[in-house]
Structures are given as structure tokens and as C-alpha cells.
């Protein structure tokens, strides 16, 4: 019974996190700022919570890591994590919230990818079939758009490019198991606001808000978003089963499917609600079997 217990408080705690990274296209809509302006203040704010949060778990060393090619990889994956991210914004410029994230959340889809064409590993019955559901459902989600226009397409097309870079992100950051995870997180948080310069200060000479409101909105996508959802999420996943920690993971795309309903009223038309339920079905099918493989 206790067992079972901490197994469903770290599942609420898992999916509270992500719950929490499902708000952030909300948070990015409401922003007078271009996308990858956005994505720097996200990062940048980040970090002295994240330098607080590193000195409280491990006040002797709260930098080091344990191997130096660990900066490496870091840096690479926060480029990748970059890559994504303004995508992923850029995505919000132009489809709807509900298309944007559930698009970019197929990156498990492309890990398995990865693996079978990379890395040479076996691609399952199960994954095919995830992969084929997962992409039935994006369809749909994208022929089904009440107000589909070449932008809006442009933009689903955006969040699924961006979903092959957050994939990349998530196989690098597989290979740091043996680090400390909030000191992974703090130094690809950095690379990631480091990366983001470069494509904001081409994107908008308006480099930060104007309004206190600009300043509370960007504060809240840091600490509710990038501390708070990473940092839950880290708490969580370990701890709980690969079938609850993929449904947790669920959180993300059908908060902010809620709340781009609630908030900006980007309602879904039975249609699109019907290959929206098929494509996350596909997604956990795809997270469920990658997470079960890696076991193996």
C-alpha cells in the first residue's frame, strides 16, 4: 500500500510538471515579443532559479559535472532543444495552439526513427502502428481545421519540423542518465537562451517588454514553465510506471488544447477533437513501447 501510494503521488507530481509546460503557448501568445525573444526570456529568466535550485540540491558542487564531454553534449542538445523551441513559437504564429503542440509532442515518433536508421535498433510491430495512428491523426488534425489556410498548414508543418529537433534533444539528454538532471537542465537552459540570440536580434529590433504586464507574463513562462514543468517532470518519471509516466506526459498537449479553448477560444470541431484523441492515443502508444524498450 505505501508502494502504491508514492507511485501515485509521484504520477500527480509527473503530471503536474507537465501540466505546467502546457500553459507556456499561452504565456508565448500573450507576449508582445517575436518568438525567439520570447524563448531567450524563457531561458534567461530560468536560470538563477536554476542556479538556486542547483546550490540547495548540491551546495559543494553545484556546477561540475561529472564528465566533461558532458558540456558538449549539453550544448548540442541545448541547440537542438533551440531549434525546437523557436519553431515551436514560431508555429503559435501561425496555427492553432491545440495543432502546435500536439504536432510537436510526435517527437517520439522520429526517436524511434532515429534508432531504427541510426543507431540500427529494431523497430517493433507496436511502434509501426503507434507511427501510423500517431500520423492519422495529424492528418486529420490538419484537413480538419475549421479555418485552414496555407499559414495555418505552414505552421503545422513548423511544429513538426520543430518535433524532429525536440526528438534530437531527447536522445542526447537520454545519454546523460548518469548526471545530475537539474544540472543538465540548468546548462541547456543556458546554451538553449544562448543559441536564441542570434535569430532574435534578427527577428525584432523590440527586444524587451514595455509594460510590467510584458515582465510578469515572460517571469511566469520561466518559473512555471521551465524551472517548475522540467523540474516535476525530473521528480516524477523515475519513479512511477512507462504506461502512467506516458499518459502524465499527456498533460502538455491536452492543457494547452484546454486552455487555447478557454483563453483563445481556438475551439475544436468534433472532427478535429475525434483525430486530436487518435493522434495523442499514438503518441502514447510510441512513448509506452520506447520507454519499455530502453528497460529491456
Not at 543507431?119 to 503507434?130: D, G, N, S, V
Request: net charge positive; aromatic share 14%; charged share 10%.
Amino acid at each position: 500500500m505505501q508502494i502504491q501510494k508514492h507511485s501515485v503521488a509521484a504520477f500527480l507530481i509527473l503530471a503536474f510538471g507537465a501540466a505546467l509546460i502546457g500553459i507556456a503557448p499561452i504565456f508565448v501568445r500573450l507576449s508582445e515579443l517575436s518568438p525567439s525573444w520570447v524563448l531567450f526570456y524563457r531561458m534567461f529568466l530560468a536560470l538563477p532559479f536554476l542556479l538556486v535550485l542547483n546550490f540547495y540540491l548540491d551546495s559543494k558542487n553545484p556546477f561540475r559535472l561529472k564528465e566533461r564531454k558532458t558540456y558538449l553534449i549539453a550544448a548540442i542538445a541545448g541547440l537542438a532543444f533551440c531549434i525546437d523551441m523557436t519553431g515551436w513559437h514560431w508555429s503559435l504564429e501561425f496555427t492553432s495552439i491545440s495543432n502546435a503542440t500536439i504536432m510537436v509532442n510526435t517527437a517520439p515518433i522520429y526517436v524511434a526513427l532515429f534508432g531504427f536508421f541510426i543507431l540500427r535498433e529494431a523497430i517493433t510491430i507496436k511502434l509501426i502502428l503507434a507511427m501510423l495512428i500517431t500520423y492519422l491523426g495529424v492528418f486529420g488534425l490538419i484537413v480538419g481545421s475549421p479555418d485552414q489556410t496555407p499559414s495555418s498548414v505552414f505552421g503545422d508543418v513548423i511544429s513538426l519540423v520543430a518535433a524532429f529537433f525536440y526528438a534530437a534533444y531527447l536522445i542526447l539528454i537520454s545519454r546523460l542518465g548518469h548526471e545530475s538532471p537539474t544540472k543538465v537542465i540548468l546548462y541547456t537552459t543556458f546554451f538553449c537562451g544562448l543559441f536564441s540570440l542570434p535569430a532574435a536580434f534578427t527577428e525584432s529590433s523590440v527586444y524587451m517588454p514595455t509594460e510590467i504586464n510584458g515582465w510578469l507574463n515572460l517571469i511566469a513562462l520561466a518559473v512555471l514553465c521551465q524551472v517548475g514543468g522540467q523540474y516535476f517532470i525530473t521528480i516524477g518519471m523515475p519513479k512511477v510506471k512507462a504506461s502512467f509516466a506516458a499518459i502524465g506526459l499527456l498533460m502538455q498537449p491536452i492543457t494547452a488544447t484546454i486552455l487555447g479553448a478557454l483563453i483563445m477560444m481556438e475551439w475544436l470541431t468534433i472532427f478535429q477533437s475525434m483525430f486530436g484523441v487518435l493522434a495523442l492515443t499514438g503518441i502514447y502508444l510510441a512513448r509506452l513501447e520506447l520507454t519499455n524498450g530502453s528497460k529491456n
